[in-house]
């Protein structure tokens, strides 16, 4: 649009705001709820995902080896499985660690107990705890240790070295399963919330284009051109989609900072923590999701409705 145009079709939404405030208010609602659905949807999808990427950190894989290994093939052992892919590092731990590992991972009553029924035994051999690069490979990676010919040698029990090999596989499964349903979810709604957005701005232009098909009509009699007189509607469009994700940035900017530090206190566990690289890339995100659905839904409705 030329200048001249630009300031006619601003003047002309702000007629419509005017005259049709109940419709264009109505518009605007609906692209703030569906684009602060979405910004919330996304912000919790981060920290969600913040949450997930730390169990999935937590999963590694646990070797258990005989009490008798011989030690130069245990570090043969250990030096083989770190050149293996999807392995980030393998570390060596003793029987007395693996016991003072299984007394934090017990409740403390539970614990002291277990241990004072042992009589100073240990019956916890010790492991290579193997870390991965990624987690989600890690049957993959069992499997493999199971097969190798100087695990078997080594481990703990060699006529079945499976039960050696420890990863929590229904746990870590489930884990997994969730996750994926949780990002394919919100994939799903993001999708379905934009086309929500999109239909009520395109009804609301078309309601525009019914009401005004008379002066259209005069506009192309005296020789207006299709861009002058679809400047309008696009800077309508436009300007509730703006309206809208204003809003929406701006609530979802006070809700993180009053839910979040709350969170944070409530559930001192858990990580809340969200980058401020992700909050401008999550308002600026909405800022052109919404310019992009007021432009592309005023004009389908053009275009279907408009026939100039």
């Given at each position: 649009?030329?200048p001249?145009?630009?300031?006619y ?9 005017r ?14 709820l569906?684009l ?13 995902s913040?949450?997930?990427g730390?169990v ?11 009490d008798?290994?011989?030690?130069a ?12 892919d999807?392995?980030e590092?393998v ?40 870390k991965?690069?990624?987690p989600?490979q890690v ?6 240790l199971?097969?190798?010919e ?13 039960s ?18 949780v ?7 993001v999708?379905?919330?934009?086309f ?6 395109n009804?609301t ?17 005296v020789g207006a ?13 436009t300007?509730?989609?703006l309206i809208?994700?204003?809003l929406?940035i701006?609530?979802?900017?006070a ?53 100039v």
């Open positions: 649009m030329v001249s145009n630009f300031t079709s601003l003047r002309e939404a702000g007629h419509h705001f005259r049709n405030w109940s419709t264009v208010l109505g518009a605007i609602v609906t692209i703030f569906s602060f659905i979405i910004g919330a949807f996304v912000l919790a999808s981060n920290v969600l913040n949450m997930v730390s999935e950190d937590k999963v590694t894989i646990q070797a258990f080896l005989a008798d290994a011989d030690q093939t245990v570090e043969q052992l250990q030096s083989e499985i770190e050149g293996w999807n392995v590092s570390t060596y731990r003793s029987k007395d660690e693996n016991l003072a590992q299984y007394r934090t991972s017990m409740s403390q009553r539970n614990a002291s107990d277990a241990v004072a029924a042992l009589d100073g035994q240990n019956p916890i051999p010790a492991s290579l705890v193997i991965l690069t990624d989600q049957e993959g990676t069992a499997e493999k199971i097969a190798d100087t695990f078997k040698s080594v481990c703990d029990t060699p006529d079945n070295p499976s050696d090999v420890q990863y929590g596989r229904d746990t870590v499964e489930k884990l997994f399963s969730v996750t994926n349903i990002r394919v979810a919100a994939i799903v709604l999708v379905l919330l934009i929500v957005a999109f239909v009520f701005i009804n232009i078309r309601l525009a284009i019914t009401a005004r098909r008379r002066e259209i009509a005069i506009m192309r009699l051109s299709n861009g002058f007189i679809r400047g309008p509607f696009i800077m309508e469009g300007l509730e989609s809208g994700a204003g929406a701006a609530a979802l900017a809700g993180m900072s009053y839910v979040m530090p709350r969170l944070e206190n409530s559930l001192k566990f858990l990580s809340f923590y969200v980058s401020p690289q992700t909050l401008w890339l999550t308002y600026g995100g909405l800022l052109v999701l919404g310019v992009l659905i007021g432009l592309f839904s005023s004009a389908i409705a053009m275009r279907r409705y408009l026939k």
